[in-house]
């Protein structure tokens, strides 16, 4: 796959839809939804996200979904929501916070609300990402860390078909403080045989 020169040009799909989620961008007015959804489950949320606190109302939640929204456009990052078939409500959120548009190589990222854990929605829309990442955008590769104690979520990456590349010993710090130890995987182009 061709490095992308003028990301900024690039036609992609805003909106997925499947017999489970609705997967698309933000948009102006998400943010009681998105609130709602973090506002259900803080505690768990803030154990492995360093974002949490940043949604202390309706209000910041509306801000951040915009600055989301904005961000696609520009294509500085590829977030999006994942919403129930009638999008009333956020089951979560997913997409690429980190793009390098030469490679080009995806950095994943995800959460769902307590009430939607359980049931595979976040494995498929991890797998709608991934499609366009390898049909739409033409990745070369989608890649994650995640904490080794955060089992749901690397559970998750292995779910979906991505590979542990490595177990980096005391690599950072957690969201509290504390030294931790992290997985990271990835998922190549070639390993992507149209999952969805
Ligand atoms: C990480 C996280 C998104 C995983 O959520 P999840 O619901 O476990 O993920 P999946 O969508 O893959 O669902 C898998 C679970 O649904 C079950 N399931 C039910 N129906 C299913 C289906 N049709 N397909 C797949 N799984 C299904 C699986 O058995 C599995 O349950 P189990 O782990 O109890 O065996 C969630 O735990 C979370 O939001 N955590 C907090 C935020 C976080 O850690 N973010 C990542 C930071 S790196």
């Not at 360093?50 to 915009?66: F, I, L, M, T």
């Not at 456009?73 to 390098?100: A, C, M, N, P, Q």
């Not at 950072?172 to 997985?183: I, K, L, M």
Request: hydrophobic share 40%; with cysteine; proline share 3%.
């Amino acid at each position: 796959m061709p490095a992308i020169e003028h990301p900024r040009l690039l036609e992609l799909p805003e909106r997925f839809e499947t017999d489970m989620l609705v997967l698309r961008v933000y948009r102006a007015g998400d943010g009681v939804a998105f609130f709602d959804a973090v506002d259900e489950d803080r505690q768990e949320l803030s154990q492995w996200l360093g974002w949490v606190d940043q949604h202390k109302s309706v209000e910041d939640s509306e801000a951040a979904v915009r600055n989301n929204a904005g961000k696609w456009i520009t294509r500085e990052s590829l977030i999006l929501g994942i919403f129930s078939k009638d999008e009333k409500t956020l089951y979560g959120g997913t997409g690429f916070h980190g793009v390098d548009w030469k490679v080009p190589s995806l950095e994943i990222g995800w959460f769902l609300r307590k009430s939607a854990r359980g049931q595979g929605v976040a494995a498929e829309a991890v797998r709608l990402c991934c499609k366009l990442a390898f049909e739409h955008i033409g990745a070369n590769r989608v890649w994650g860390t995640v904490d080794v104690l955060n089992d749901r979520s690397w559970r998750l990456f292995e779910r979906v078909g991505f590979t542990r590349e490595a177990h980096l010993r005391g690599d950072c710090r957690d969201h509290h403080g504390s030294v931790r130890d992290t997985f990271a995987y990835s998922l190549l182009a070639r390993e992507w045989p149209n999952r969805v």
